[in-house]
């Protein structure tokens, strides 16, 4: 599928991935429709679309309000006729002891997570299905395939959210809706607003766990799956060295997922107060892509290196055939 003139609704948009992906497609010719909580956030990030490219409508829900899901998609088929492209990609998290995060938390993160993609998959299909064709993409994540300790409520909505696209393909293709694809996506760490939004009982500040990518990369891997559908897509090598890892020793990789979060997730030196984090209350503002996380600057670092290597590389193969 071609994306220049599509029509695409981009959950999740105020920040991070969501705002990311929004803006690309903006860049590559289609229309866009944004939601999420902060209605200042999604104006501004209407402005960047418009900027880019692209035409643009905010229509501010909580993906949680079924009924204001299917709003998104009515206001978008209103807006520009149709719907071709629907990415879930709204998220939140919370990281504590199982024992100590609050129910109602572990609750509003499965809500959001899982019950949020139910409810924009339900108001995407219908439209898809009428015009036999079109590209729902459930953005997941290498926790889905890796799971870590002390983000058990995230960890379970991802796996979930594998769980959904691949019921929804199976279902399609007793329907012979062969044109109509569900797509995955499974993001590793990346350079988000999401660590400082999160809820947090761990009593320690949570920091993105490196290697860090740009939310960019996975804004690309998006647009790419409309153009080439596939099943799923894992976004950053180490994202995929985990979950190919997880499946061949699993024992092994949730030991490593453990020893790294409580080494590189949990701060050892900024002690944090408990918080909700954004799970009930959009954080004001104009909302942002980045976390300032360093993660243009550590692919760039990464680049440099890996081209360093394999300079050096060629340079003995040259030495030993001489």
């Not at 991935?17 to 209605?39: D, E, M, N, P, Q």
């Not at 108001?123 to 889905?144: C, D, F, M």
Request: with cysteine; charged share 20%; hydrophobic share 45%.
């Amino acid at each position: 599928m071609k994306v220049r003139g599509k029509v695409v609704v981009v959950t999740g948009a105020s920040s991070g991935i969501g705002r990311a992906t929004a803006r690309a497609f903006a860049s590559a010719g289609a229309s866009v429709v944004l939601t999420a909580r902060r209605a200042e956030a999604l104006e501004q990030a209407v402005r960047e679309c418009e900027k880019a490219g692209g035409r643009a409508l905010a229509v501010p829900a909580d993906t949680t309000d079924a009924q204001a899901v299917q709003l998104v998609a009515r206001r978008a088929a209103e807006r520009f006729g149709r719907i071709d492209v629907w990415v879930n990609c709204a998220a939140v998290g919370v990281f504590g002891p199982f024992g100590e995060v609050p129910l109602a938390d572990i609750r509003r993160v499965l809500d959001v997570n899982v019950m949020g993609y139910v409810h924009g998959a339900r108001a995407a299909l219908p439209y898809l299905r009428q015009q036999g064709q079109g590209v729902l993409v459930n953005v997941s994540s290498i926790v889905g395939g890796a799971a870590p300790p002390y983000a058990h409520a995230y960890t379970m909505s991802k796996f979930a959210v594998r769980a959904l696209s691949g019921s929804l393909r199976a279902e399609l293709a007793l329907e012979g809706a062969r044109k109509i694809r569900v797509c995955t996506v499974m993001p590793a760490t990346i350079d988000t607003p999401f660590f400082q939004h999160s809820a947090d009982y761990t009593g320690r500040r949570v920091v993105a766990m490196p290697p860090v990518y740009t939310p960019e990369r996975v804004a690309r891997a998006i647009v790419n799956l409309v153009r080439v559908p596939r099943r799923e897509v894992v976004v950053g090598p180490l994202g995929r060295f985990l979950v190919a890892q997880s499946k061949v020793l699993p024992g092994l990789t949730e030991r490593m997922m453990a020893v790294q979060t409580d080494r590189s997730q949990l701060s050892r030196t900024e002690p944090q107060q408990d918080t909700p984090g954004t799970l009930y209350d959009p954080e004001p503002g104009t909302g942002s892509v980045g976390g300032g996380w360093g993660g243009r600057r550590r692919t760039a670092v990464r680049r440099a290196a890996t081209a360093a290597a394999l300079a050096g590389t060629a340079a003995g193969v040259r030495r030993a055939l001489r």
